[in-house]
């Protein structure tokens, strides 16, 4: 079964503080690809990032960066240095080429306060 | 090019009227993805085309869901009698390529309130 589980549904940071949004994953697959979604309070979600279950190697984009562990199976996303405009939930999900279907986790509610 | 869009962007109808939402992809992309997002909710896959036809339907919630695609570009989501549990907001995503591809990044459209008084 595919699975994904974000435990933490809402979190508040102080403006400039770091945050690790969580994100663990079930899939029999051994093939699958990783994502991570933000939907401002706009309301449309906005890509942020794919990878692939064979490349493990850590990725960073500006304040942003990912950590994936397969041994774990987690995706987890941490913002650096937040800003209020990083206040909005994300998602993390999961595609697997036995399915048709993304698999989308419960989001996470970020609030950075000023 | 164009984002997907999505029309109306705000749905009020009535209990038992039936509604049709109606979804724009990025062109070329020959993937389609409808979920339902209701208050607080996560994403709830509802059903997915490649070109015009739709090999897993197996999150419409119940008969009075239905969804078409012609022409591998628009797709129509149907929902007759409403009901006010059907209260959410209804996204559409497209793709290049089908799930489990390189191509599958989705990008969705900004979305339909739907609201059943």
């Known amino acids: 079964a595919q699975k994904v589980t974000q435990a933490q549904t809402e979190i508040s940071v102080v403006e400039k503080e770091d945050v690790t949004l969580d994100c663990v994953y079930e899939?029999?697959?051994?093939?699958?690809?990783l994502f991570w979604y933000k939907q401002p309070p706009s309301g449309e979600l906005v890509f942020l990032i794919r990878r692939n279950s064979f490349d493990e190697q850590n990725e960073i984009s500006g304040r942003y960066s990912w950590n994936f562990q397969k041994s774990t199976s987690s995706f987890n996303f941490t913002i650096t240095a937040s800003q209020v405009v990083d206040s909005a939930v994300y998602f993390c999900a999961l595609s697997a080429p036995t399915g048709n279907q993304f698999y989308f986790g419960t989001g996470t509610s970020l609030t950075v306060i000023p | 090019g164009a984002g997907v869009s999505q029309s109306p962007s705000n749905k009020v109808t009535e209990k038992g009227k039936d509604v049709e939402l109606r979804c724009d992809p990025i062109?070329?992309?020959?993937?389609l993805y409808w979920y339902r997002q209701s208050l607080g909710q996560g994403l709830e896959f509802l059903i997915y085309?490649?070109?015009?036809?739709?090999?897993?339907k197996s999150g419409l919630p119940s008969d009075r869901f239905s969804a078409e695609r012609t022409g591998g570009s628009v797709s129509t989501l149907t929902i007759q009698r409403t009901q006010q549990e059907d209260s959410a907001v209804y996204l559409c995503?497209?793709?290049?390529?089908?799930?489990?591809?390189?191509?599958?990044?989705?990008?969705f459209g900004p979305g339909t309130r739907l609201t059943v008084l």
């Open positions: 085309f490649q070109g015009n036809s739709a090999p897993d």
């Open positions: 899939t029999r697959d051994t093939t699958y690809y």
């Open positions: 995503a497209s793709s290049l390529g089908p799930a489990g591809l390189s191509t599958d990044t989705q990008y």
């Open positions: 062109s070329g992309h020959t993937a």
